[in-house]
């Protein structure tokens, strides 16, 4: 059995699973063809994270998560999670990175968004959206700028799944600055818990807009059947998508090999 810890959470839909194992798979053994001993299966909940008595604690002795053991074994803390010292792998999003999680952890490499309409590369922006028939539909920028249609969005109810989402609120945070204005233009603000719950709070009329980023969008629009009544009215400036990321204490032969494999696979 394996020492490491590896997880997929960001994409992770219930309708999801079976493509994100497989994915899981393929990195796995690429990672063990490299002498790496990735564990068989990814984590889902607090309960497949390894006891770490006393909490989790930084290179100083901070305590800056609590032990996995004493958290909801159904549930997964994705802090803890990204600061696991067993972790070999897994997603997170710039917004942590940028508020402090770089400092536990190193980076591996980023996925591609080629595949989806708003990506390019390591890029990838988010798609604004409202209900259908409130403004029009529009696609993304060839070139990655933002279209940000802010008379449209002025006075709306916005909500974002999480105050440290780069694709939720950051990026749309910014783009409005660069535009002299701010997400005072909304009239009120929520957080939702995620992507999906957003998409859902519009097409139910409890919410305006959302941003939402592009691979989740094309999740949305495979998945959720209430996508159907939500549109894409605008677009943020294309930025570097989810990082994959290992622990700080993971060792540089081992972080080496891991790159390797994920460029390999790219």
Same mark, same amino acid.
């Given at each position: 059995?394996?020492?490491?810890?590896?997880?997929?959470?960001?994409?992770?839909?219930?309708?999801?699973?079976?493509?994100?194992?497989?994915?899981?798979?393929?990195?796995?053994?690429?990672?063990?063809?490299?002498?790496?001993?990735?564990?068989?299966?990814?984590?889902?909940?607090?309960?497949?994270?390894?006891?770490?008595?006393?909490?989790?604690?930084?290179?100083?002795?901070?305590?800056?998560?609590?032990?996995?053991?004493?958290?909801?074994?159904?549930?997964?803390?994705?802090?803890?999670?990204?600061?696991?010292?067993?972790?070999?792998?897994?997603?997170?999003?710039?917004?942590?990175?940028?508020?402090?999680?770089?400092?536990?952890?190193?980076?591996?490499?980023?996925?591609?968004?080629?595949?989806?309409?708003?990506?390019?590369?390591?890029?990838?922006?988010?798609?604004?959206?409202?209900? +259908?028939? /409130? &403004?029009? =539909? $529009?696609?993304?920028?060839?070139?990655?700028?933002?279209?940000? %249609?802010?008379?449209?969005?002025?006075?709306?109810?916005?909500?974002?799944?999480?105050?440290?989402?780069?694709?939720?609120?950051?990026?749309?945070?910014?783009?409005?600055?660069?535009?002299?204005?701010?997400?005072?233009?909304?009239?009120?603000?929520?957080?939702?818990?995620?992507?999906?719950?957003?998409?859902?709070?519009?097409?139910?009329?409890?919410?305006?807009?959302?941003?939402?980023?592009?691979?989740?969008?094309?999740?949305?629009?495979?998945?959720?059947? +209430?996508? /159907? &009544?939500? =549109? $894409?009215?605008?677009?943020?400036?294309?930025?570097?998508?989810? %990082?994959?990321?290992?622990?700080?204490?993971?060792?540089?032969?081992?972080?080496?090999?891991?790159?390797?494999?994920?460029?390999?696979?790219?």
């Amino acid at each position: 059995m394996s020492d490491f810890v590896a997880a997929l959470p960001m994409y992770d839909w219930p309708e999801m699973r079976i493509e994100v194992d497989a994915q899981w798979a393929r990195l796995r053994d690429a990672f063990r063809q490299k002498g790496i001993d990735a564990p068989q299966t990814i984590a889902r909940v607090n309960a497949d994270l390894r006891p770490v008595e006393g909490g989790i604690r930084d290179a100083a002795g901070a305590v800056i998560a609590p032990d996995p053991a004493t958290l909801p074994p159904d549930e997964l803390d994705f802090h803890g999670l990204w600061v696991h010292p067993a972790l070999l792998f897994a997603q997170t999003c710039w917004g942590p990175m940028e508020l402090g999680l770089s400092k536990h952890v190193q980076v591996i490499g980023q996925p591609n968004y080629d595949a989806f309409e708003g990506g390019q590369g390591e890029l990838y922006s988010s798609a604004i959206v409202m209900r +259908v028939g /409130e &403004a029009p =539909t $529009v696609g993304s920028t060839s070139d990655g700028s933002p279209f940000i %249609p802010i008379d449209i969005l002025r006075g709306k109810h916005f909500t974002f799944n999480s105050l440290d989402s780069m694709s939720g609120i950051i990026a749309l945070t910014r783009d409005l600055k660069a535009l002299g204005d701010s997400l005072d233009i909304f009239s009120e603000r929520s957080e939702s818990g995620g992507h999906r719950a957003s998409i859902v709070a519009i097409a139910e009329g409890k919410a305006d807009v959302a941003a939402i980023d592009c691979q989740s969008w094309a999740l949305a629009r495979r998945f959720e059947p +209430v996508a /159907e &009544a939500v =549109t $894409v009215v605008g677009w943020t400036t294309r930025r570097k998508g989810l %990082p994959f990321i290992t622990a700080k204490a993971t060792p540089e032969k081992i972080v080496v090999a891991l790159r390797e494999a994920v460029a390999a696979l790219a």
